[in-house]
């Protein structure tokens, strides 16, 4: 057996995060995330049922119910868990997509839009559950979440909304905004941009200052989460193997070998009858699912706050790439988290420039702010189709299966994800199988909206 490193670290050379860098600092923190007194049990002799490749949300949900359901399951994982985009999250369980609702449901219809929106619902309830299930002491607590308008969109982008969320069967209303200045804000930038007229029609439908709120949402520490579900799993008889990358996985049969760098006890084999590539971007796919997604960097810098400054909430604007803002207790520090500045991975790369800009935003709509204590960036993969990838990796053995896809929601999806894979094993039904299947066509109709649409990455 191995033991687990104290802290989930991320990569060397990468920005670090603040769950990151409060896994490293502070006692109390560290005993949220340091998962070295779990007892772990790796054998690798006799195949497994299942093998989890990566250790992030997708692939630690998905250890987590195969084993609690009863099936032999290892996790491997080449750093440690939380080390990918999970480590480097704002962590929002939201049922607002960034996507939007009405977008959804003009391509596919009322009934795609509302299984969305329920996939979003049931994935918020089931992280829920397993906090409550495993006792995880994770900062978990539902606050609401507010869609307000940019500057760029009409007003009636809201309306508009506000009618498919309603639809898709989100308790959604409209409301008076809760932070003042945002409003403020926003109605003096929109006038100097229009005519006399038309600025005058706007100010007065801004005036209006509604917000579209989503109720319920959830928010939580992410390493402490996953460790969480982690003590879960090896409670439940699980294995993890963390510092070993998996480098190919054949199939013999109905046994699969994954071969791995770094090492597992004393080989480099593990053999297993069914393989999850939850590594976010899939590495053993080397065309179907990269020609389905695009790869966006985004950008987070913290600030202090004063408590009570502002409600405690999520906050997203309705531009396209848009800033998404949350809260975060310290001890006795308040924290503002914001996000946003999306680019294509590989293109104007300036993350200087990024961050100073986020800065400049956030000083502006939240004036409340104090100075900056983490700035990080991560990665996040947006199917061309704006639907989350989970089931069978196409064109592959039956019995392997790809979670991915994560867009602006990856929390959820990937929760979801995980959801579907474990039916799919487990021969359970699952009622979102075929609206995220990684072999559907995913072609993007409308890519002015679509960010991953034309235009490649350049990787
Ligand atoms: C800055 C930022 C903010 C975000 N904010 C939100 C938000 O507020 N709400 C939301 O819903 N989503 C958000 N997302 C998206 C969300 O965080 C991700 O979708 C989610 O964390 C992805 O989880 P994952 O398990 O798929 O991937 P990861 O967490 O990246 O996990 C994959 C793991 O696989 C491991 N791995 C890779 N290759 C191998 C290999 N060959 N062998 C073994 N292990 C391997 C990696 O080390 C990694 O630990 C955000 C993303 C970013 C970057």
Known sequence: SHDVPPTARNSSGQTISLWHRLAESTNEERNRTDSSSLQNTAQSKTPFDVAVIGAGIAGMSTAYRLQKSGKRVCLIERENFGSGETGRTTAQFATSIDDRYFEIESKFGKKVSQLVARSQLDSIRLTEQWIKDEGISCQAKRVPGYLFLSPTDHPSILEKEFEAAKTAGLPVRMVSPVVTSLNTELSSE????????????LSSELNSKQWLEFPDQLSLQPLAYLKGLLSGFLKAGGSFLPHSAVDTVTWSGDEATLHCSKHISDSSELHAHAVVTATNSPFIDRLEMHTKQAAYRTYVVTFEIKNGAIPDAFYWDTQDD???????QVGEQTLLIVGGEDHKTGQSEDPEKSWANLEEWTRKHFPEVGKVTDRWSGQVLEPSDFLTFA?????????SFIITGDSGNGMTNATIGAQIVSDLILGHDNPFVELYAPNRKATATDPGRSKAGLNRPQQ
């Open 190 to 201: 929109h006038s100097s941009e229009h005519s006399s007229e038309h600025s005058s029609k």
């Open 322 to 328: 848009y800033h998404y803002v949350r809260l975060h």
């Open 391 to 399: 089931g069978r990796n196409p064109l592959d053995h039956k019995n």
